[in-house]
């Protein structure tokens, strides 16, 4: 059974890979004389199922501007795990960091990601990230590297335009869909490939999605229980299948995010089955539920508005 309601929240985060505009025109009698703006960058994660951590060591931000690149040292690096930051919360990579104003090509996330580079994977039993480059690790505890196609030249690379406004403070995330993310192709163990699918968003004008899962669904026999959302005029349907594992592209028909539905904390009766995505552009959308990435429930998915600033809730 399934049923829709809303309601509103205040603060919610932010939204996709869009040009984001301009703002603080000079009033009548003044005159605009900032030439730089701060940015602060944070990144997110819609998670993966049989994963204990995804720990992503960032290096180093580079801005394209015009015929100039800036790039943005992260000494120390920052080693993150992206499984610690889902649905609406951040971990931050700069913050109110002085740079030009003006319109940007695109931004590119340094990280430590080659191919056989692991040699020290730290605690494995823990939330902290205290190996070396980048890495996974599995609730059987087997441990692999990430590895980035190209990445010691590229990087993870977002070319999305944005803005950042003169004297202006804007607020970004980079949000991952690990589930989309990650594959083992024959061969490459003890590496996997990270072939990055990030939305950069802005943490302005946007809402997101909540809800709770019936537990008879979410704890099917070999169920890895998630919620994918799609556009609007799209059904929903299994994540494409690259014949290049290490190729960038993604196919517009793809969930524009996908969650994890979690487990209820405890044994009391008022815990449920629930999950969340954040960084929503306003507009509709629609939610299925799925135990594989193959079949979907409902079929047609269901209807979620996106508003600013709200949180739609879709109960299934």
Not at 132 to 156: C, H, Q, T, W
Request: proline share 7%; glycine share 10%; net charge negative.
């Amino acid at each position: 059974m399934t049923n829709i309601t809303k309601r509103t929240a205040f603060g919610v985060l932010a939204a996709s890979a869009v040009l984001l505009s301009g703002c603080g025109g000079s009033g009548s009698g003044s005159v605009e004389t900032a030439t730089t703006g701060f940015l602060s960058l944070g990144v997110s994660d819609g998670p993966l199922h049989d994963a204990r951590k995804v720990c992503i060591t960032f290096n180093e931000i580079e801005l394209k501007i015009g015929s100039e690149t800036n790039i943005i040292p992260l000494d120390p690096a920052k080693k993150i795990n992206l499984l610690e930051f889902q649905g609406t919360d951040i971990a931050p990579l700069l913050v109110d960091q002085k740079v030009t104003a003006g319109d940007y090509q695109w931004m590119r996330l340094g990280i430590d990601a080659e191919r056989g580079t692991l040699v020290n994977a730290g605690d494995i039993t823990g939330s902290q990230c205290d190996g070396d480059a980048s890495y996974i690790v599995m609730e059987d505890d087997r441990v692999f590297n990430l590895y980035v196609p190209s990445g010691a030249k590229n990087g993870l690379k977002l070319v999305s335009g944005f803005t950042i406004p003169a004297g202006g403070s804007p607020d970004f995330t980079a949000d991952f869909d690990l589930a989309r993310s990650i594959t083992a192709p024959p061969g490459l163990d003890p590496d996997v490939v990270l072939r990055p699918v990030i939305r950069l968003v802005s943490n302005v004008d946007v809402g997101s999605l909540a809800g709770v899962v019936d537990a008879g669904l979410a704890e099917a026999d070999g169920c890895a229980p998630s919620v994918y959302v799609f556009k609007n005029d799209i059904k929903p349907n299994p994540i494409g299948i690259d014949d290049d594992p290490a190729s960038m592209e993604t196919d517009p028909n793809d969930p524009v995010a996908t969650a994890m539905v979690n487990k209820p904390t405890n044994n009391d009766e008022t815990e449920t089955w629930n999950y969340s995505v954040g960084f929503l552009l306003p507009g509709d959308y629609e939610a299925a539920f799925t135990c594989n990435g193959t079949d979907f429930e409902p079929v047609d998915g269901l209807p979620a508005l996106i508003v600013v600033n709200e949180i739609e809730t879709v109960n299934v």
